[in-house]
């Protein structure tokens, strides 16, 4: 079935129109806005520039509270969810939506009402950024959906936008901010402006589009020697001009003074505010109001205004994107905008964290179907390692929760998990062998001992938020401590091991991926960590999850990801001279405990012309014995361009569950939303050609069944 398109380029591209305010209520908060603006003296107007600007009395102007929310409110008291890495390997924006959905509620009964989250950074192959973790994954489209899904649920859409049960998001680090060629956080990133618009845009492209965000942060960093809170060309000819984003921007964390005190380009603060104000930077971010570091402030800016009356127009246009925001999300209606109320976790939400740390677990290997254990069939188990059991004291952050994570009002290890699934059933015996960085082995004698008399060893190893993580940057990827020198000892006792990482990072973990028969990529799950796991590893719940960003071997393949372009792979010069140059594990890859086969897919018109659409169908079959969930995943390739193209990118997916012997037909629309890119000329086109269209379980190209596309003609987009 051919579709032709006679719809704006807008619905061409995003299918939909962006969720907003009505137009009637627009030109009605529009009016207040500026009337508001013409009795604000310039005091008021500068004090309106701060991310925790206080309630002005004399004019009735609320307090905006703000907090972050990358998985649950920053919060003591907060609800959990898994972080961001693992959020991604559900593949499921729908799930990421519940998520967001249920954040905006407990913030909106805490009085918050703008969260400064998601990030929306493609880690596109250096898991030595320590910041992966808080990312969805390693490709754009990917980063795309999954973004788009969190704004909504947590803003909104159509006419629930922003009302009391819905909170404003920040699209943050605009843009490119891990692009850099160390896995430092923070450094400079020198990146081609087709690699800036084909891997980093879209996903904030589609958050303005798509979603409409109405906050976005600038990254802090340099973007081809102009830092990103000062590039105009970003923030106006591509933020606002071209794709029509119509809220504020706060500047990352003090980052309006960094273009002095970091970049050096402004000669002092007074320099560096009036410069980004001019780009538009709206709201100075500065945690704590460090006087040393605000820009936005009277003693700043005050001489500067009144003596350059013209700069004003850039204070009065900021306020006024404040203001209209604040007016949006129904503050001028409220009481007490400047009191932050307790923040309560309710049994439903901890619920939902459960439900979603199960579905992001990724099963990595299950060796003669190890996994999963039957409680009937044991009588003892072992629960060892270093990430095993975590307690902290009352009103301290757990480590094993990952970065951004509030203080919920309990965790689950995989002890308190496991103790908990097999009662007095099966008797577990739990020794920690060793800290997660430290060099002492005192503690292998008694882990040795709990597994020779144990059945099967559950081992948990990996990481923290001590070794991952916002300013986390590591030169290597292996395991810490003498954690991996455990794992050996463990390996040697003969026993059945299944291998639990907790992390926010991709590892080298050659030996366990060699030796280990089960391995479980867990990420950080969130407060119902050990739960989740228990459910998985006896079979309560069969693991769906697929990785979105490739395992590296070792640290000399950086940058990995399944985003590759043609090079010399058959000459003999393509390879590395003595190492593997695939990844250890493969972008989409992840197992369950049932089988699934594909079909051939079919393509409905072999041949289109560039304004129509067509369909690709598969069959997938569920070939084992219990039910389980598959994701499905389309790619395609452009065969030959005019310019050099990417082997394959993602273009589509889904998630979905079958039971033994089911079979499901999944369709995905080919248009020119998927088969378009940027030519020489840097103009969004689809050219006519041959295009491959891959569809399969994984990236890795036995994972993949083929089909062929062919469009008769050009359009420019």
């Known amino acids: 079935m051919k579709k032709n398109y006679i719809v704006a380029l807008v619905f061409l591209f995003y299918g939909c129109s962006i969720p907003t305010v009505k137009q009637a209520n627009i030109d009605e908060i529009d009016a207040k806005v500026k009337g508001l603006l013409e009795q604000m003296t310039?005091?008021?107007?500068?004090?309106?520039?701060?991310?925790?600007?206080?309630p002005n009395e004399r004019l009735g102007i609320p307090m905006m509270q703000y907090s972050e929310c990358l998985h649950g409110l920053w919060l003591p008291g907060s609800t959990v969810y898994p972080q961001s890495i693992a959020l991604g390997s559900t593949w499921d924006p729908n799930t990421v939506k519940a998520m967001t959905t249920a954040i905006a509620k407990e913030a909106r009964e805490a009085n918050l009402t703008h969260c400064y989250s998601p990030n929306l950074d493609v880690i596109a192959g250096d898991p030595r950024y320590g910041r992966i973790e808080e990312s969805f994954g390693e490709d754009p489209y990917l980063v795309s959906r999954m973004g788009v899904a969190f704004i909504e649920g947590l803003q909104g859409t159509g006419d629930e936008q922003f009302d009391e049960n819905h909170i404003l998001a920040t699209a943050k680090h605009f843009v490119a901010y891990p692009e850099n060629r160390t896995g430092i956080n923070g450094g400079f990133s020198d990146i081609s402006e087709r690699r800036l618009y084909e891997i980093y845009l879209p996903p904030f492209e589609a958050a303005v589009r798509e979603a409409g965000v109405g906050c976005i942060m600038p990254g802090?960093?340099?973007?081809?020697?102009?830092?990103?809170?000062?590039n105009d060309w970003l923030l106006n000819d591509v933020l606002r001009d071209e794709w029509g984003f119509d809220g504020f921007l706060v500047s990352d964390n003090n980052d309006v003074s960094r273009l002095h005190l970091m970049h050096h380009i402004a000669k002092n603060r007074t320099?560096?505010?009036?410069?980004?104000?001019?780009?538009?930077?709206d709201m100075d971010l500065v945690i704590g109001k460090a006087p040393e570091n605000s820009a936005y402030i009277m003693k700043v800016l005050g001489d500067t205004l009144k003596q350059n009356p013209d700069l004003i127009k850039y204070v009065d246009q900021s306020v006024a994107r404040i203001l209209k925001l604040k007016y949006k999300l129904g503050l001028f209606n409220q009481e007490n905008t400047d009191e932050v109320k307790k923040v309560?976790?309710?049994?439903?939400s901890q619920q939902l964290a459960l439900d979603i740390a199960k579905k992001s677990v990724v099963l990595l290997k299950n060796d003669q179907n190890l996994l999963p254990l039957d409680a009937n069939k044991i009588k003892s188990i072992a629960v060892i390692g270093p990430n095993a059991h975590e307690q902290v004291?009352?009103?301290k952050p757990y480590t094993l929760l990952g970065g951004y994570a509030g203080i919920p009002p309990y965790y689950t290890s995989v002890l308190e998990g496991i103790r908990a699934k097999v009662g007095d059933k099966v008797k577990v015996n739990y020794a920690k062998g060793c800290t997660l960085t430290g060099d002492s082995k005192a503690g292998f004698a008694k882990a040795i001992a709990a597994a020779k008399k144990s059945d099967v060893v559950i081992l948990a190893v990996g990481g923290s938020t001590r070794t991952c993580g916002e300013g986390k940057d590591r030169a290597d990827l292996d395991l810490f401590g003498v954690q991996n020198e455990l794992v050996e000892a463990i390996q040697k006792t003969g026993k059945p091991v299944v291998a639990v990482l907790i992390n926010g990072r991709p590892l080298t973990i050659n030996y366990i991926a060699e030796n280990v028969p089960s391995i479980i990529e867990s990420w950080y799950l969130g407060m119902r960590s050990g739960d989740a796991l228990a459910d998985v590893i006896f079979g309560d719940y069969n693991p769906g999850g697929k990785l979105t960003v490739s395992f590296p071997r070792s640290v000399g393949q950086l940058p990995i990801t399944y985003l590759q372009r043609p090079d010399f792979v058959g000459t003999g010069k393509g390879n590395y001279k003595f190492?593997?140059?695939?990844?250890?594990?493969?972008?989409?890859?992840?197992?369950?405990y049932t089988t699934f086969s594909y079909g051939e897919p079919k393509v409905e018109d072999i041949v289109i012309n560039s304004a129509e659409e067509t369909y690709v169908s598969i069959d997938v079959t569920n070939t084992g014995k219990v039910a389980g969930e598959e994701v499905v995943q389309l790619y395609i390739r452009d065969n030959y361009a005019s310019v050099g193209r990417y082997n394959k990118m993602l273009k589509g997916f889904t998630r979905i569950a079958l039971k033994p012997g089911e079979t499901q037909t999944v369709t995905f629309a080919l248009n020119s939303k998927n088969l378009s890119l940027y030519n020489k000329d840097m103009e969004k086109?689809?050219?006519?050609?041959?295009?491959?269209?891959?569809?399969?379980?994984?990236s890795r190209e036995s994972d993949l069944k083929t089909a062929k596309l062919t469009v008769s003609d050009r359009i420019l987009l």
């Open 685 to 698: 086109v689809v050219e006519p050609g041959d295009f491959t269209i891959y569809v399969g379980s994984s």
């Open 393 to 395: 004291k009352e009103g």
């Open 579 to 592: 190492s593997d140059k695939t990844p250890l594990y493969h972008f989409g890859y992840g197992l369950s």
């Open 220 to 230: 802090h960093q340099d973007l081809n020697g102009v830092p990103c809170h000062m």
């Open 344 to 348: 309560v976790s309710k049994p439903e």
């Open 42 to 54: 310039l005091e008021e107007k500068i004090a309106e520039l701060t991310q925790d600007a206080p």
């Open 271 to 281: 320099e560096a505010a009036v410069m980004g104000l001019e780009s538009g930077v």
